[in-house]
């Protein structure tokens, strides 16, 4: 029994070797569950392969040995047949195939089975709320008088919770793709989540804290002012007496928040996989995207910071910004100034205000400071504008903010310009400030694709509608080209922004309220003193002038030399692809004339015996012939790997 039990680990022991030797060799790296079962299959076949040369002597001494060495060529031919036969686009290439990664099966198992008991879940909300079957019905089968569809669906989604609440939200503010009715109704969904209940909103402010919540307010409302799908707002009164607003976060929201994020990922995979608008979209960036702006949320600790910078950056202007205490907040409690008003989400419909001028005031605000700055809020729907006592606006909620540099806000400037002006080859200029944009992309035709999309979104008075920057990502997807990003949560923030203004100013246009941008933005690169814009650009481009002898002279010199070559990236990538395609062929002729040495050698009937009647000649041949097929192997893995077959 315990020779047995030897035997069993040494096998096991060697077999894994082998494997990882095998896997080796190959040069690219694969999953253990790929790795492990072709080492499995190929023990097996070296098994049945060195008891045949043996002459079916199960005991033989040799066995074990003779089943190694054939393992190896065994289990790296099982390794490229199962990448031969994987479904097109799951193989990982280039550098990402040298990556090592961390085997966690267990984590996997769980990240996997997480969503399909919350698709079961989901489809238990649908059931109940009556949405799995006709949902323009007004009564469910016994008879009796149901609430409207529209009132069904926000209750489905408040009793889903997290994610989808959110993706209520930003469904909300899209009045070209649904009905006003479905809009107004899913509006609620900014302030109107189920509560929670005040002995849990109070468990979490004493574990924040460490202490009773009298200890840190004189007063606190237990009533919740708003509730929202992360957190839920209270007003409370400090020990000094400032007026406050403390948002709690809902206790578990992190754990549904995750499990509703990795059923998403996998929608979103499956679409990109199997359907053309998936791949042309690519939801799943788009939803990595949103699940990242939605894990900044969770860190309240975050949303004080910015909120901090937001009440800086906007001091003196007239949108009213809270001011956090960043010492009473912590990761899952953050305290607030509070802004006495409405969300304008709530706003009654005849409330005395000059709507259009409020509108006209905040998109100017989020324009001058994200083209000041570069600091925008990402979130801005209907339910984040408060509608203060004085008729004034204010922002709150900035646990999702987005930050520009230098390079990408001159981008969107232009961009914006070009919406303005339905210009496609300003549009084009400012996607290649900051995209990364392939050396084969045909600008031609880029821009003949730019100015189909203005086309699309021309609107009234010819002004370009701005949810043309939602469609402007599938347009760049059919060139692969991809966007930061940054730019990819502004646009969605724009088009939100857009639902937002149409909410508080019916009929606002925020192309044509932003002509006026891209009159001053023109006059103030065309206009001026000449003088004075030659003096700016010649300081700007001070250094380059000063090497600028320096360059010329040695350009001459190489010149004169025959020695100045013109590099560029299309010349570096035939290099690149040349040089691999002798290296690879190179590598396959000597694994294939190795191997026909070696069949030849083995052949023969010449030389020294070496261990019984075996000769060395074919041991030198076995050799030979293993090595010669790793090496073609490993030839046919680095194609395999490419992309090429």
């Known amino acids: 029994m315990i020779r047995f039990l030897v035997s069993a680990i040494v096998v096991v022991v060697v077999a894994t070797v082998t494997t990882l030797l095998g896997s080796r060799l190959l ?12 080492g499995a299959i190929g023990w097996l076949v070296a098994l049945v392969v060195a008891v045949g040369l043996l002459d ?13 060495v054939l393992a190896v060529p065994a289990s790296m031919a099982l390794m490229l047949a199962f990448d031969l036969v994987a479904r097109p686009g799951t193989l990982a ?17 769980r990240s996997r089975i997480a969503p399909i008991a919350r698709y079961r879940e989901l489809l238990a909300i649908l059931r109940r709320h009556q949405l799995l079957g006709h949902l323009n019905g007004r009564r469910d089968r016994t008879g009796t008088d149901q609430d409207p569809p529209e009132v069904r669906l926000r209750e489905a989604l408040e009793d889903a919770g997290g994610v989808y609440v959110k993706l209520g939200q930003i469904a909300a503010t899209r009045i070209d793709l649904l009905s006003p009715k479905v809009c107004a109704e899913l509006g609620k969904l900014q302030s109107r989540s189920v509560p929670v209940p005040a002995d849990d909103v109070r468990a979490v402010i004493e574990n924040a804290y460490g202490r009773p919540a009298d200890e840190v307010f004189e007063r606190f409302d237990w009533e919740p002012l708003a509730a929202a799908s992360i957190g839920q707002t209270h007003t409370a009164r400090l020990r000094d007496g400032t007026e406050v607003v403390v948002k709690v976060q809902r206790p578990g929201v992190e754990v549904t928040i995750e499990r509703d994020l990795a059923a998403l990922d996998q929608l ?24 990242r702006s939605l894990r900044s949320e969770l860190d309240f600790l975050d949303e004080a910071g910015a909120t901090a910078t937001m009440h800086h950056l906007l ?6 910004v809270p001011r956090a205490f960043r010492d009473l907040s912590t990761r899952r409690v953050m305290v607030q100034e509070r802004l006495v008003g ?10 005395d205000l000059d709507r259009d001028a409020l509108a006209r005031q905040l998109l100017s605000v989020f324009i001058e400071q994200l083209l000041s700055v570069g600091i925008f809020h990402a979130d801005p729907h209907p339910g984040n504008v408060m509608v ?8 709150i909620d900035f646990g999702a903010i987005g930050r520009l540099d230098s390079i990408q806000i001159q981008a969107v400037v232009d961009m914006l310009i070009a919406l303005t002006r339905g210009d496609a080859s300003l549009l084009r200029d400012g996607v290649e400030r900051v995209a990364d944009v392939g050396v084969h992309v045909s600008r031609d035709r ?20 701005v949810r043309a920057l939602a469609d402007l990502v599938p347009v760049l997807g059919e060139f692969e080209i991809t966007l930061p990003g940054d730019l990819v949560v502004l646009m969605r923030a724009m088009v939100t922004l857009d639902g937002t203004l149409g909410v508080l100013s019916p009929g606002f246009s925020v192309t044509a309220a932003g002509k006026e941008l891209a009159q001053r933005e023109a006059a103030d690169r065309a206009d001026g003193d000449p003088q004075q814009l030659i003096t700016e650009a010649l300081v700007a481009e001070l250094p380059v002038l000063r090497r600028l002898p320096a360059d010329v002279g040695r350009t001459l010199a190489l010149a004169s030399r025959g020695n100045l070559t013109f590099r560029t990236v299309a010349a570096e990538d035939e290099s690149r692809f040349t040089r691999t395609l002798w290296n690879r062929t190179l590598l396959a002729g000597i694994g294939l004339g190795l191997a026909l040495v070696s069949v030849l050698l083995m052949g023969l009937e010449v030389g020294p015996l070496v261990g019984g009647d075996t000769r060395l000649v074919v041991l030198l041949g076995a050799g030979g012939l293993a090595f010669g097929s790793v090496l073609v192997m490993r030839v046919v893995a680095a194609v395999v790997r490419d992309g090429t077959v």
Do not use: C, M, N
């Open 388 to 395: 203060l006592e004085g008729g004034t606006l204010g922002l």
């Open 93 to 109: 290439q280039g550098d990402r195939a040298g990556l090592i990664e961390a085997p966690s099966p267990i984590t996997d198992l």
């Open 446 to 465: 880029l821009e003949r694709s730019l100015a189909r999309l203005l086309a699309d979104h021309v609107g009234t008075g010819g002004s370009v509608d």
């Open 268 to 291: 979103a995979r499956l679409a990109e996989k199997r359907t053309v608008a998936g791949r042309d979209l690519r939801v799943s960036r788009l939803a990595a995207e949103f699940g």
């Open 342 to 351: 409405v969300p304008l989400s709530e706003l009654a419909a005849d409330r």
């Open 27 to 38: 040069g690219v790296r694969r999953g253990w569950v790929r790795q492990l079962l072709a």
């Open 315 to 320: 001091e003196g202007s007239p949108i009213a």
């Open 56 to 68: 079916w002597d199960w005991d033989a001494d040799e066995l074990l040995a003779y089943t190694a």
